[in-house]
């Protein structure tokens, strides 16, 4: 006879039975994704902080941990979806204090929270790529450096120029912005102005082709280089046995 019920003693509990835990170390990687628009950045962002890789078997769903400087939290006005507000990428030069604190504020919180795994959708190449693009300059380097001391590894997604027209045919199905979309010559200079600033990066850094738009075959390649140069778990901790 099967009973609906676990065992806690000598007494039936009416819960049902759940498996107990494996001792499964949780992986920490800490990835920057950065990429001009059009580069299927937030799809990979997503994709990762849910990888089944990091975060084994779940049974429900819970916050993921995922930043991004794109979000658009400074406005002068009410936003609106035509004119939601302005971003730590694509801000006002009188808004440069603003930005150098929130850099201030989010690196140190990755610091204090250094225990876990991260993801990153767009964060100081994409805001320096943008306002050297608009003439100005903003020395960022010391957020690249702490994050590199964390242990953070950089992913700059790129296309061929010729699939741009494509990909914005296919974001114009559902953006909700869809005048962002249409110089596309800048987003192929903002992509080899982005190479530059990735080339000299002090973290580990990939290019990956996100041509075929295959988020789950970019994922894939992207964790499997991560656990290639050791970025898989954070560096300095014992892991428990049967960890993986």
Same mark, same amino acid.
């Given at each position: $006879?099967?009973?609906?019920? @676990?065992?806690?003693?000598?007494?039936?509990?009416?819960?049902? @039975?759940?498996?107990?835990?494996?001792?499964?170390?949780? %992986?920490?990687?800490?990835?920057?994704?950065?990429?001009?628009?059009?580069?299927?950045?937030?799809?990979?962002?997503?994709?990762?902080?849910?990888?089944?890789?990091?975060?084994?078997?779940?049974?429900?769903? #819970?916050?993921? %941990?995922? /930043?991004? *400087?794109?979000?658009?939290?400074?406005?002068?006005?009410?936003?609106?979806?035509?004119?939601?507000?302005?971003?730590?990428?694509?801000?006002? %030069?009188?808004?440069?204090?603003?930005?150098?604190? @929130?850099?201030?504020?989010?690196?140190?919180?990755?610091? /204090?929270?250094?225990?876990?795994?991260?993801?990153?959708?767009?964060?100081? =190449?994409?805001? $320096?790529?943008?306002?050297? $693009?608009?003439?100005?300059?903003?020395?960022?380097?010391?957020?690249?450096?702490?994050?590199?001391?964390?242990?953070?590894?950089?992913?700059?997604?790129?296309?061929?120029?010729?699939?741009?027209?494509?990909?914005?045919?296919?974001?114009? +199905?559902?953006?909700?912005?869809?005048?962002?979309?249409?110089?596309?010559?800048?987003?192929?200079?903002?992509?080899?102005?982005?190479?530059?600033?990735? *080339?000299?990066?002090? $973290?580990?850094?990939? +290019?990956?082709? =996100?041509?075929?738009?295959?988020?789950?075959?970019? *994922?894939?390649?992207?964790?499997?280089?991560?656990?290639?140069?050791?970025?898989? #778990?954070?560096?300095?901790? %014992?892991?428990?046995?049967?960890?993986?």
């Amino acid at each position: $006879m099967t009973v609906l019920g @676990c065992t806690l003693g000598r007494h039936l509990s009416p819960l049902p @039975c759940r498996r107990p835990l494996l001792p499964e170390s949780i %992986p920490q990687p800490k990835i920057l994704i950065e990429g001009t628009h059009l580069t299927r950045k937030t799809d990979l962002a997503f994709a990762l902080a849910e990888h089944v890789d990091i975060i084994g078997q779940r049974r429900r769903r #819970w916050h993921i %941990p995922l /930043l991004s *400087a794109e979000w658009e939290t400074k406005s002068d006005d009410q936003p609106t979806k035509a004119e939601p507000g302005r971003s730590m990428i694509d801000y006002l %030069p009188g808004d440069e204090s603003w930005v150098l604190e @929130c850099y201030e504020t989010y690196v140190r919180l990755l610091e /204090l929270h250094r225990d876990y795994y991260w993801v990153i959708d767009r964060f100081h =190449v994409s805001t $320096m790529s943008h306002q050297r $693009m608009a003439g100005r300059r903003i020395d960022l380097g010391w957020v690249d450096e702490r994050l590199a001391a964390l242990g953070f590894v950089l992913i700059h997604l790129r296309r061929e120029p010729a699939s741009f027209p494509a990909a914005r045919r296919h974001r114009l +199905t559902y953006s909700e912005n869809p005048d962002r979309y249409h110089d596309l010559d800048r987003f192929v200079r903002e992509q080899d102005l982005m190479a530059e600033l990735v *080339a000299a990066s002090s $973290m580990r850094t990939l +290019t990956v082709d =996100v041509t075929d738009g295959d988020i789950e075959r970019i *994922a894939a390649d992207v964790l499997r280089w991560v656990r290639e140069v050791g970025a898989w #778990w954070r560096t300095g901790i %014992p892991r428990r046995a049967g960890g993986g």
